[in-house]
């Protein structure tokens, strides 16, 4: 009887865990879009390697990836005896990712040239797989791509060694790479914000001594960086304005292993990305290599930042497909008022908004790497890919990264409170999805970056992309004549952002759904394309024709920039209505 009692104290129902599945098997969509664009033997090869790749996921990396976020790295000031050491410690899990990331070749396999055009693709969709159980580790991955890239294509051929071990497939001989260029006055404003000096080795020539203050700096704990700082004459005076910056190549550490002059100030305390060791650091004599031109070296790092935006674009959907993936399980098995939540009509519509989001920023997503796939073999067509590189790279990151925190929070909210628990994992989702908004340039900078790759370019960048979309539209026309509503309201869609471009002063105040119009339209049309593919589905057309149905004029979003006569003055009496700011 007490055994029965103590039963019923808490009850004979308990919630229902939502289980994990492969991550490439399950993931239907990926699949049909891989073996629509790769060639049949490619493909077939990669979804061998995927399959296998996703079960290891499950089994193994998704249990190091929880050590990652249970274990966080801590900051190591003094060892006992008083010395100053600033050792960064992380948990054995996070090494652990470090070797799987090498064995995987999630960095080495485009530099491998095994694959040639279709290496960035099939790279980039190994990392959406492997981002939401790597622990983070995906953010070294990316800088380190950034560095392999930057010194291959500035054929920086006195870091051979350096890049020999960025794109190596060996645990015991791979490096990682930091990114060091923010500093107190800010990250994307390197021009006027970075103070970082280089004082000449008078004697080695090309060897520096940067002393500067960098204020977030993400793997703290790699083994190279590029940063940037202003080269100082005879009488320590420097070049203001990004003229004045110099790209420079450090060794984070010394043969005998201890840091290269590099003072560990403190690990940032972040809202999410705990997983990873970030870190303020202090830059004190620091040995480095002049790695590009005197003054050039906003362009030389340039190479790094679009490598990195496409990575982060990548975080941000792994992120919004694992959610509902996991949201798509728990809807079979959670019940509620006698039936399972995958039941109900609007639960499962709610889902599906979710999932078209998701499908949409994958086919933009996987379609940016293919292009930088082109760029990057040469051959026909590189000029025009070329183009559409420069102004979608950052549209890609900025659309991806908002439509994320969106997606995943209502991806939590459809587990009801459990999706608010922290012992669920659930949550850590949006902490760690929250970054890509802000990561690699916040969605306002990269708004204006797209406005001024059309200025630079003299509207060829913008000039390529209509030239793309019309292209692959009239081919869908002539294989699919039932789109053809879905394909005109493309067409009048895209001339408005074409004529968008004769209104400066409006067009910089709506710089962000300007932005959004380019992503929507470019996604409307790769939905298409994937609907009147060789082994399309229902879902497949579903997905284009909803998408369609849901693009908004990009002359009614900005109706309220022109109500006031293309003045900022209403916005901002809303804004500072009342407001006196304190001396």
Request: with cysteine; glycine share 8%; charged share 25%.
């Amino acid at each position: 009887m007490r055994a029965g009692f103590r039963r019923s104290e808490i009850g004979t129902f308990f919630q229902v865990v939502p289980r994990l599945d492969n991550p490439f098997t399950s993931d239907a969509f990926l699949r049909r879009f891989l073996k629509r664009l790769l060639p049949i033997d490619v493909y077939h090869e990669v979804e061998k390697d995927f399959t296998r790749f996703g079960e290891r996921i499950c089994k193994e990396l998704e249990p190091l990836s929880d050590e990652c976020e249970a274990r966080p790295p801590y900051l190591v000031t003094f060892d006992p005896w008083g010395k100053r050491i600033d050792q960064v410690v992380t948990c054995d899990a996070w090494k652990q990712m470090k070797n799987v990331s090498a064995e995987e070749g999630l960095v080495s396999l485009p530099y491998e040239g095994k694959f040639s055009q279709w290496g960035r693709l099939i790279q980039f969709a190994k990392l959406f797989l492997f981002h939401p159980s790597s622990g983070l580790y995906t953010c070294p991955l990316a800088m380190t791509d950034g560095a392999a890239k930057t010194i291959k294509e500035l054929k920086l051929t006195n870091l051979q060694i350096p890049y020999d071990r960025l794109t190596s497939r060996s645990p015991q001989n791979f490096w990682t790479s930091g990114q060091w260029m923010t500093e107190r006055r800010g990250g994307s404003d390197v021009g006027s914000g970075t103070e970082t000096i280089a004082i000449p080795d008078p004697e080695a020539p090309g060897k520096y001594r940067l002393h500067g203050f960098k204020w977030f700096s993400s793997a703290t704990d790699a083994d190279m960086t590029f940063t940037l700082a202003r080269i100082a004459d005879s009488n320590e005076q420097v070049k203001q304005g990004s003229g004045g910056l110099s790209m420079f190549f450090v060794k984070v550490r010394h043969e005998d292993g201890t840091l290269n002059n590099i003072n560990v100030m403190r690990l940032k305390n972040k809202l999410g990305t705990k997983q990873l060791p970030t870190g303020e650091l202090l830059l004190d004599g620091t040995e480095a290599e002049l790695a590009s031109e005197p003054g050039r070296g906003v362009a030389a790092i340039s190479n790094m930042l679009t490598i990195t935006r496409i990575h982060n674009a990548s975080a941000s959907l792994a992120g919004m497909r694992r959610i509902l993936s996991l949201s798509r399980d728990y809807s079979q098995r959670r019940e509620c008022f006698g039936h399972k939540i995958g039941d109900f009509a609007l639960h499962i519509e709610t889902l599906a908004s979710l999932e078209l989001e998701t499908r949409g920023g994958m086919t933009f997503f996987l379609e940016v790497a293919r292009l930088l796939g082109v760029v990057e073999n040469g051959g026909s067509g590189v000029s025009e890919a070329e183009k559409l590189l420069r102004l979608l790279t950052p549209v890609v990151k900025l659309y991806t990264g908002k439509r994320a925190v969106g997606v995943v929070s209502e991806g939590l909210e459809s587990f009801g409170g459990q999706g608010y628990m922290e012992d669920t994992g659930l949550p850590k989702i949006l902490r760690d999805v929250q970054v890509t908004p802000i990561w690699e340039g916040t969605t306002n900078i990269l708004s204006l970056d797209v406005l001024r790759a059309i200025v630079k370019s003299d509207g060829e960048v913008l000039m390529a992309l209509q030239r793309d979309i019309n292209l692959r539209l009239n081919n869908i026309l002539k294989s699919a004549s039932e789109f053809q509503p879905q394909l005109e309201k493309l067409k009048v869609l895209l001339a408005e952002i074409l004529s968008a471009t004769n209104d400066p002063t409006i067009l910089e105040r709506g710089a962000r759904e300007f932005a959004f119009a380019i992503a929507q339209v470019t996604i409307g049309t790769l939905l298409l394309e994937q609907a009147t593919g060789a082994e399309a589905t229902r879902s497949d057309r579903t997905a284009a024709i909803r998408w369609t149905q849901n693009l908004t004029s990009l002359g009614l979003r900005w109706d309220n920039l022109k109500s006031d006569g293309g003045s900022s003055q209403l916005s901002s009496e809303l804004v500072y209505d009342g407001f006196r700011p304190q001396q």
